[in-house]
């Protein structure tokens, strides 16, 4: 079974610390791997696409890097600030783009002022 | 506003009423995509539409489940007879192909 998996599931940091949130998938055999942020009782926002073929992908102050060989797919969070409190879900779509997304639970982050 | 939209944000209902949901989509967003989750959970695939074409179902998408995406463009949900455990957020998602999925704000669904 394709599973994707999130370790921790909840972690609390104080501001400006850097910090790194971990996915890792059953199945080396991925199409895509999306990284979202979810505010309590909303809809997802997408915060990152890393295709099968890259490495890692960079926005402001955000790095995903996946690692296909490995099963594995980080988020790093710079400079963590008081907005960035959400739940971050890593998504992965196995085997074509013709498969819906498999989610994890989700690691709920809280940055402390 | 561009994005998509979801109708309506909260729908509170009996059990065994029906109840339907529709979902905008980014307009030139070809592939329309219907997810579940519950407390605690990540999002769990329901369905998805390429145009006008229903392409997959979950076994989480039971017969009281029925999706349509009429000339491809905003899509429905309905459940029928709604049990206690439907309740959840419903999402909503398009992506252009296999690309990037954005998704909606989502409808809370609460079954009495």
């Known amino acids: 079974k394709q599973e994707v998996t999130q370790i921790p599931a909840a972690l609390s940091v104080p501001e400006g610390e850097n910090l790194v949130l971990n996915c890792s998938f059953t199945?080396?055999?991925?199409?895509?791997l999306q990284w979202f942020r979810q505010d309590p009782g909303k809809g997802l926002t997408s915060l990152l696409l890393?295709?099968?073929?890259?490495r890692e992908q960079t926005s402001g102050r955000l790095n995903a890097s996946l690692d296909k060989s490995s099963g594995r797919s980080t988020l790093y969070i710079a400079a963590s600030q008081p907005g960035d409190s959400a739940t971050y879900l890593c998504?992965?779509?196995?085997?074509?783009?013709?498969?819906?997304?498999?989610f994890g639970k989700g690691t709920r982050l809280s940055v402390i002022a | 506003d561009t994005g998509v939209s979801q109708d309506p944000r909260h729908k509170i209902t009996k059990r065994g009423q029906n109840v339907t949901f529709r979902c905008d989509p980014i307009?030139?967003?070809?592939?329309l995509y219907w997810y579940r989750q519950t407390l605690g959970q990540g999002p769990e695939f329901l369905t998805y539409?390429?145009?006008?074409?229903?392409?997959?179902k979950s076994r989480l998408l039971s017969d009281r489940f029925s999706a349509e995406r009429p000339k491809g463009s905003f899509s429905t949900l309905e459940i029928q007879r709604t049990e206690q455990g439907d309740s959840a957020m419903y999402l909503c998602?398009?992506?252009?192909?296999?690309?990037?999925?954005?998704f909606g704000p989502g409808t809370r669904l609460t079954v009495l």
């Open positions: 998504a992965v779509r196995f085997n074509s783009g013709n498969t819906p997304l498999v």
């Open positions: 998602a398009s992506s252009p192909s296999a690309g990037e999925q954005f």
């Open positions: 199945d080396s055999a991925i199409y895509n």
């Open positions: 307009s030139e967003h070809n592939r």
């Open positions: 539409f390429q145009n006008e074409a229903q392409l997959e």
């Open positions: 890393i295709q099968s073929s890259q």
